[in-house]
């Protein structure tokens, strides 16, 4: 096979590493520069996963070892359980049938939304559901590919919902904030730290992420830490020390490993339904939101703490909103836990169902 022209190559093809790393942090310190003086909050997110995007459709061919991002993982999984305390978990456990009744609502709006793009043929039944699954990313694209779903198309989708619902959460957080007369603090990047309750912060969100590995749970690199994060210091009062400066090495290992997703083959193999996938994604994020109105309502939730806890979006990138917001982290951490779990034990079933229920060139070929 011959080689494209020099005009058709991405910019980055062929580049030298040094190149391709240098330019990754260049613009990540440059978006998250930019979103940190907007008082965005997760900007160490965002910037890092718009600079990803950035260089991966420029042919960049970067990715962030799989033990990289799990530490990540980890960090935001133990920053989670820094807000927990028993009279919170406490406080939670009343609200279980909200939870539950609310999980299942936004799964249902999610499954829905992938029928209609089926049955209008502009995408693959399972493949349309399996997309807009509100639940863990990567774990949802794994979960795809073992039922007869076009994996390339599920990672699309899955990954550009994880990122409108961060810029789109993100913008509800910061308007909340700015019209709530709050002041946001000035960020202290090196607070004193206690260096053994620091290693032992770390070595409990390693333990709780090899766990989560030899258990083989899903998404457990958020949730085992956490888990063991909320125990030591809700129930055995532990420090958990994460500076500041610390904490932004796991927004932007998190940030990257979403962004690099985003390389070339899936973009081109997706151009062509971009339009009415961000449409169908944005209508998600619209029927959550009323979702989010109807808890403000009828259940007493604060609207911004409504508006995260029924968000489809990814775990550790909602936590990471949460934490930068004046909400309630348990219950929004909850609800998504809620949602994650019945998507894992509900999803392959009702996937199957609802895709049996498509004629049968709807269910297999887009159009």
């Not at 053994?196 to 258990?215: N, R």
């Not at 899936?266 to 939101?289: D, E, Y």
């Amino acid at each position: 096979m011959q080689s494209p022209p020099p005009s058709h190559r991405p910019l980055l093809a062929g580049r030298g590493l040094a190149l391709r790393c240098g330019l990754l942090l260049l613009l990540s310190l440059f978006f998250g520069g930019l979103l940190e003086m907007a008082h965005m909050p997760a900007a160490l997110l965002l910037g890092p996963m718009a600079a990803a995007v950035v260089v991966a459709a420029m042919g960049a061919n970067l990715w962030i070892p799989g033990k990289a991002f799990m530490f990540g993982q980890c960090l935001i999984g133990l920053l989670i359980a820094r807000s927990f305390s028993p009279a919170m978990l406490g406080a939670v456990k009343t609200e279980w049938a909200v939870l539950g009744a609310t999980a299942l609502a936004v799964v249902g709006a999610s499954t829905a939304v992938g029928w209609v793009l089926a049955r209008l043929r502009i995408l693959p039944g399972s493949t349309a559901i399996w997309g807009l699954s509100p639940g863990a990313a990567t774990t949802m694209v794994i979960m795809s590919e073992a039922y007869g779903a076009d994996i390339r198309l599920v990672a699309f989708m899955q990954y550009l919902r994880v990122v409108m619902v961060v810029v789109v959460a993100s913008l509800v957080s910061t308007f909340w904030v700015a019209h709530s007369g709050s002041l946001i603090p000035a960020v202290i990047w090196f607070p004193p730290t206690d260096p053994l309750w620091f290693l032992a912060t770390i070595a409990l969100g390693v333990a709780g992420a090899v766990t989560a590995k030899v258990l083989r749970i899903p998404a457990g690199s958020v949730l085992v830490p956490m888990a063991f994060g909320a125990i030591a210091h809700g129930v055995f009062d532990m420090p958990l020390q994460l500076p500041p400066w610390f904490l932004a090495i796991s927004y932007a290992l998190v940030g990257w490993s979403i962004g690099l997703r985003f390389n070339r083959a899936i973009l081109l193999h997706a151009a062509r339904a971009l339009a009415p996938i961000a449409l169908a994604t944005f209508v998600l994020i619209l029927i959550c939101g009323g979702l989010a109105w109807l808890l403000h309502v009828f259940a007493g939730i604060d609207p911004l703490s409504a508006y995260l806890a029924t968000s489809p979006g990814g775990v550790d990138a909602v936590a990471i909103i949460a934490a930068s917001a004046k909400v309630n982290v348990s219950f929004v951490m909850s609800m998504q836990l809620a949602r994650l779990v019945v998507v894992i034990i509900a999803g392959p079933p009702l996937t199957k169902y609802v895709a049996s229920l498509l004629p049968k060139e709807e269910a297999e070929t887009p159009a």
